[in-house]
């Protein structure tokens, strides 16, 4: 659950108007790589109404989202190096908060941050009237005061789980004179047709719009729960487990889609599946495991497949492959 951001800067600009506004180009306000170990949650909501809908048209937004949502792959890669929040363009510090609980609304309720939505984080000041927030970083971990200059890049904090956040992830949100502005789409107004970027040229390929994206996937010895999957605890699987599972967890899933999932023993034989009814509505997130328990003469040794797939309403399917080899009984 995130709430809408309600955290708002007041200060001036830096710089003159108009004099930088073609050359203010966004880094990624996070050390990881995107597409690859962070990923985009949530866009903002261009849907003036109750509705949401996100910069290409799609649901991976909801009502009133005024930021980014950048999402680790866990609770441990957040707390890693990777979970480093940066200064996505050079500015000065306008407000800070570094005292808020670490901890998710799942755990304590939503009326627990009301008021302090945003968590610990801060808002950094830019030239023509810029303005960038980072919100939901880790208690006692920012690195800079108000009024202080930061370059690009520079390290601000660390992703966390404070204010109205269920998951590790930061929320970059992006103002201008006051307003929230989309950075896949500065230039639109009520429609779905993104024109221009302000994100470096070098991130556009991996911060490009994905659907069903497969953010962890991986082999257990047993069941395993989205808590186990955060904490990187599912426990490893072996050729002496009780069981061999495999498991996929999946983000920005649509209505329509159908998941399966495939696991096959070295010889190509089918050792366990499912496959999924469609969504009757987009889902943010998803996990999905099948499996069988250890046979009384143990695992063939070889590598065992397994195979995600995804087809979507529009007919467009994906597939995501992971295997583990297991020695002989």
Known sequence: MH??????????????PGAQAEAFR?????????GRTCFVQHHVDHDPGPDARDYAGGPRTYDRHDGTDLRLTSRVAAASPLGRVRAAAAGRVLRTRDDAPDVSVRETGIETVEGVECGNGLVVAH??????????LARGSLKVRPGEAVAAGQELGQVGLSGASEFPHLHFTVRRAGRTV????PDVAGTSRPEGSLWDEALRDGLAYRAGTVLNAGFSGGPVSMAAVEAEATGAASAQGDALVAWVRVIGLDAGDVQSLVLRTPDGRILAASRQAPLTKPRAQALMFVGKK???????SGTYVATF???????????HSFSLRLPGP
């Open 127 to 136: 030239a023509d009237g810029y303005e960038t927030q980072y919100c939901h």
């Open 26 to 34: 966004l880094q990624l306000p996070l050390a990881c790589e995107p």
């Open 182 to 185: 989309d950075p896949f789409a």
């Open 294 to 300: 250890r046979p009384a003469e143990g695992w063939p």
């Open 3 to 16: 709430a809408r951001i309600l955290l708002v800067a007041l200060g001036t600009a830096l710089g003159s």
């Open 309 to 319: 797939s995804l087809l979507r309403a529009d007919g467009s399917a994906a597939e």
